[in-house]
């Protein structure tokens, strides 16, 4: 079967750094993805990683090792408006899009 | 530029009635996508189109049915609801099946609760 295991929760500090893991297991991988979505609403897109090392956008950054089926998604300078879920999701080789339950991060000031 | 709307924005049903969500976007994406999301499940994919006329079973169809008669308008139907299929129902889109870094767009939910 296909799996996409994130922690439920994390909490850190308005300022702090947070590292969200994902690790995956899933027919075929083509391309993994991060998405944020904020209570209530619609998951938006932050980054994507098809090929092995660190993609950086601004305060987001992610990784991808493909051998050990492993991304994390790195937050920097943390605001409160960073309270969100942070999905996790890897293109299967039927190129559909298989999720992660999401983690939900708590921002305390 | 709306993006993706869905409409309604929440409903209520008893057993057994009927229901259509409406989804549509006015990016002329040729693909379209149902899921649902329920706590502590990551979203499922229910079913999906790739193009006007067609569509297809995603990971969890049974219990419903789709519709894509025109390119921007994606329906999704219950005809027999039932207190499982209480959950929150996004719709996506994106320009094909996703290539590279082509990302899927959401529409805002709708907040489905089955009594």
């Known amino acids: 079967g296909q799996n996409i295991d994130q922690p439920t929760e994390m909490t850190a500090t308005e300022g702090a750094i947070v590292q969200i893991n994902c690790t995956y297991q899933t027919s075929g991988f083509n391309g993994l993805f991060w998405y944020q979505q904020h209570a209530g609403e619609a998951p938006t897109f932050l980054s994507y990683n098809v090929l092995d090392g660190l993609e950086e956008k601004g305060r987001f950054s992610s990784f991808l090792s493909r051998s050990k089926g492993y991304s994390y998604l790195l937050l920097k300078e943390l605001q409160m408006k960073d309270s969100a879920s942070y999905l996790c999701?890897?293109?299967?080789?039927?190129?559909?899009?298989?999720w992660g339950a999401g983690t939900k991060l708590i921002i305390k000031p | 530029n709306a993006g993706v709307t869905q409409t309604p924005k929440f409903r209520v049903l008893k057993t057994g009635q009927s229901m259509t969500l409406l989804c549509a976007q006015d990016m002329n994406h040729e693909y379209m996508y149902w899921y649902r999301q329920d706590p502590g499940m990551g979203l499922r994919l229910i079913h999906y189109?790739?193009?006007?006329?067609?569509?297809a079973k995603g990971e969890v169809p049974d219990g419903y049915n789709v519709s894509r008669l025109k390119k921007q308008n994606f329906l999704l139907g219950l005809e027999s609801a039932a207190p499982s299929q209480t959950s929150v129902y996004f719709c996506?889109?994106?320009?094909?099946?996703?290539?590279?870094?082509?990302?899927?767009?959401f529409g805002p939910g709708t907040r489905l609760l089955v009594l």
């Open positions: 996506a889109s994106s320009p094909s099946g996703g290539s590279g870094s082509e990302t899927q767009y």
């Open positions: 189109s790739v193009g006007e006329g067609t569509t």
């Open positions: 999701a890897v293109r299967d080789s039927n190129y559909q899009l298989i």
